[in-house]
């Protein structure tokens, strides 16, 4: 048994020890808990938790679009990912001496217009034998269970007058043989049944005779999709977000919707192939639909479609809640699309979306909805325009455009604006005062930040003005996905609870990744092709939804906090997908005493560590430079410094390459850092960043760009906790890390539906919180029942374990005053009835 799993193990003995009955260690309390049950607090909206989905880390295709085949419609393309080609995942096959062509085209016999590319088999076998093609499917292959039924379906057309047998071949599954007959597509179905459970399945269809033989849309779906919907979503997938009972579900984006071209999929404009997602491009007919080059480096299909999303919240009792394109883009990209008329017919489209989702079936598009087997409207009240667009002045005059036209259409509508992409910075600031003066309703606020900045910041909705726009933390996470991180994320909860007359509704993010395909860490759920497994996020978050509460009893607590450290350690050189040289570094005291220098002149680096071992780092011309462009995320570091005061001076010069150049101090053993990242985000952005590896929040952020081959001086000015950056001689900006952290943090919510209390505490430290809570005079039972989270801080689930789970069990002794002891690392919710 690993240690971590003998921690969980004694942790959850010592739970049941206490739940027993044997009361806590008679000592005075670290912390206390006071309730006012006479107080009222904000009511909790149904909607206070939910889930975004965005396609990322392969979360459609190959994971909760429960299509088997991959490529099916043989539109991967070079514009998707520079790997890819029609055939991808697809290989030639022949059986019984067959043979022929395969290759695929784009020519006038295509299905359809938005179905540009299809498989053109030439075939030559008179005398017998089949050629074609055999399919991989995704991560090892098709997962099959034994006795399980799957639709297989092809459209298909032959120039051969007496037509061609084509058979379908399914690893573990009787073949079967269908005729295609005719020069015109149609489409042909069979049935499957696998005789084996397995995960390496492959799909093969060959044909026989000669002749031209065209296919397209080759599909494998499972019978058992959820609800057993035709073209629907893998099962377990949609369960376990089921099991959250999440309040709202936003899609399609993220930066899917905020990217790429504004235009249309048409012969006008070209068929671009990496556009904003357009919810027009994803109804009707899967063989209608287009396909799309996927911001994240791959091809989407768009099988999983806006009536799909739109289904699936309904499916699961949430709150559907879209993101549509404001035609400024994000997410690196930063441009402002000035086209008047396409404005306005993103608009229109926005409108048109409206009536799709609640339009009557006499209507243009409800009468699409209707034919696509929902006749009755889905009841959409929210929408959001835009996401994190980075130009705050060009997003918002388009923002007011489509609000107007949504309000004057639908009043009563929430339409949704945003902060850009952080927490804090100049397009905060500024999209943050246009949101207030306009009256918006509502604002989308987004950041991943480290286990710390949750711990220091669980009061950031404390001061957010009562009668302003209320907030919609539409994306957010530590940035790691291990015990700990949950438990930031906990403490950070019951702040958003607390503040829920302000904070109305909160989504962590991303929600899926395939375990093969990872764009983005951390994720709530992984998987592979048949198996798949909720994060100690996920455990946490389904806590938190599963017991909300209806509204907050008002509640303090008071207890040891941990205070910051002044910022001392090692500092640090990198370069992110650029060459660059640094020379004369130093660190002095504020009075010139010399602590750390190197002008390399002597010819090496010896005084230098890798951190971390990527790019290619050599001292030339008395220089320290960093030579590969494409080497991204490298590190050198050097020094100890412990003084708490201290400046840090250098040269650095750009050579090559994407971005700018990267400064670190206070850089720890354990990897914690301070980043002073200058002409990042290709190079369009400065930033200071704090944290380790990729778990670096922002700390500052502001328009920043360097020069190719011009030398910068740079210099850090570190005096305890306090940091003044300057650049050329010049203020940069400068920032105070003095902020406490709080590991205790907690609330109370009442269930009116059970007449119960439910106090929400979270002990995010290694030693055991004694705490006194007072109910203020409230009589409640004895006995009451307790579910805890806790383990190994730096625990995580896996796909071969999940050691942090939830133990509930029964807990007496409760009391309008009693004395409880919260384990380490844990997060406990306890239901308290009252009388």
């Known amino acids: 048994m690993s240690r971590s799993r003998l921690l969980a193990t004694a942790a959850a003995a010592a739970l049941l020890i206490t739940a027993a009955g044997v009361p806590a260690r008679a000592a005075a309390p670290d912390y206390t808990i006071t309730v006012d049950p006479r107080a009222t607090g904000p009511a909790l909206p149904g909607s206070m938790y939910g889930v975004f989905f965005e396609d990322i880390n392969f979360a459609a295709d190959g994971g909760l679009y429960a299509e088997l085949v991959r490529n099916r419609s043989f539109e991967f393309l070079p514009a998707d990912n520079r790997a890819y080609t029609g055939l991808t995942a697809w290989t030639p096959a022949a059986e019984a001496g067959g043979t022929g062509t395969a290759t695929t085209a784009d020519d006038d016999a295509r299905l359809n217009e938005r179905n540009r590319t299809y498989l053109k088999l030439t075939l030559a076998n008179p005398a017998g034998g089949r050629y074609g093609v055999t399919n991989s499917g995704y991560n090892t292959g098709f997962a099959l269970q034994a006795g399980a039924r799957y639709d297989f379906s092809v459209w298909a057309r032959s120039d051969n007058p007496a037509g061609t047998p084509l058979t379908v071949a399914l690893t573990g599954a009787r073949a079967r043989t269908i005729t295609v007959r005719g020069d015109s597509w149609r489409k042909y179905a069979v049935p ?49 977000i089921a099991a959250l009972h999440p309040g709202f579900v936003r899609f399609p984006g993220g930066c899917l919707v905020n990217t790429g071209s504004m235009e249309a999929y048409d012969a006008e404009h070209g068929y671009p192939r990496a556009r904003a997602y357009q919810w027009k491009d994803t109804v009707g007919p899967v063989e209608t639909r287009a396909t799309n080059a996927n911001f994240w480096g791959y091809n989407q299909s768009y ?23 404001a035609l400024v883009t994000g997410c690196g990209q930063n441009r402002a699309t000035d086209d008047p008329a396409l404005l306005q017919r993103h608009i229109q489209d926005t409108l048109d979306l409206i009536e799709f989702a609640n339009g009557p079936v006499t209507s243009r598009w409800g009468g699409l909805r209707a034919r696509m087997g929902h006749p009755r409207p889905f009841g959409l009240t929210h929408l959001a325009v835009g996401n994190e667009e980075n130009l705050p002045d060009e997003y918002f005059a388009n923002f007011e455009k489509f609000r107007a036209a949504i309000e004057a259409a639908h009043p009563g509508f929430t339409v949704i604006s945003n902060s850009g992409p952080d927490d804090q910075g100049a397009t905060f600031d500024r999209l943050w005062a246009r949101n207030r003066a306009a009256g918006v309703d509502m604002v989308d606020e987004h950041y991943y930040n480290s286990p710390a900045w949750f711990l220091q910041n669980n009061k950031r909705y404390d001061a957010y003005d009562r009668s302003g726009p209320k907030v919609f933390l539409g994306e957010y996470a530590s940035l790691d996905n291990k015990l700990f991180n949950s438990l930031a994320e906990a403490a950070y909860m019951t702040g958003l609870e607390r503040n829920a007359d302000v904070v109305r509704m909160a989504s962590y993010a991303p929600l899926l990744a395939n375990i093969d395909n990872v764009q983005w860490r951390p994720d709530l759920i992984w998987f592979d092709n048949d198996e798949s497994w909720g994060t100690t996020s996920y455990q946490m978050q389904k806590l938190f939804m599963t017991n909300v509460g209806d509204r907050v009893v008002p509640s303090r607590a008071t207890g040891r906090i941990v205070q910051p450290k002044p910022i001392t350690g090692a500092i640090g050189l990198s370069t ?56 991204q995320d490298t590190l050198v570091k050097a020094g100890t410094i412990t003084a708490t005061d201290y400046d840090l001076t250098l040269k650095a010069t750009k050579n090559a390459g994407a971005e700018g150049f990267l400064v670190a101090f206070g850089v720890q053993e354990t990897g914690e850092l301070y980043w002073w990242n200058i002409g990042g985000w290709n190079n369009t952005q400065g930033a200071i960043q704090k944290g380790a590896g990729n ?35 010049q203020e940069w900006g400068s920032f105070t890390d003095d902020k406490v952290t709080e ?19 979270v002990n995010a430290q290694d030693t055991p919180a004694v705490t006194r809570v007072d109910l203020g005079g409230l009589r409640v039972r004895p006995t009451g029942r307790m579910t805890v989270i806790t383990g190994d801080p730096g625990e995580q689930n896996t796909r071969s374990a999940e050691p942090i789970q939830p133990v509930t069990s029964t807990v007496t002794g409760l009391a309008s005053t009693f004395t409880r002891t919260f384990p380490p690392n844990s997060a406990t919710f306890l239901r308290i009835r009252t009388r």
């Open 695 to 729: 778990a670096k929040e922002i700390v500052i952020a502001k328009p920043n760009s360097v020069v190719t081959g011009r030398t910068y001086d740079v210099r850090i000015e570190v005096r305890g906790t306090h940091v003044r950056l300057l650049l050329d001689g």
């Open 303 to 325: 099988g999983l479609g806006y009536f799909e999303y739109l289904q699936f919240a309904e499916d699961i009792g949430a709150m559907p809640l879209p993101v549509v394109p």
């Open 192 to 240: 499957l049944t696998a005789t084996s459970t397995l995960d390496t399945g492959r799909l093969s269809v060959l044909a026989g005779g000669t002749g031209t033989l065209r296919l397209d849309m080759v599909s494998l779906f499972p019978r058992d999709t959820y609800k057993h919907r035709a073209n629907g979503l893998r099962r377990d997938l949609a369960e376990k």
């Open 576 to 631: 992110w997908a650029t060459s660059a040289t640094y020379d004369d570094v130093k660190v002095t005291t504020p009075d010139g005493t010399p602590l750390f220098a190197d002008d390399f002149n002597d010819g090496d680096a010896d005084g230098w560590t890798v951190v971390e071992p990527r790019g290619s780092w050599s001292v030339t011309d008395g220089a320290y430079t960093q030579s590969d462009t494409a080497a």
């Open 743 to 761: 590991p205790f943090a907690q609330v109370v919510t009442r269930d009116d539906r059970t007449g119960e209390l439910i106090v929400k505490v």
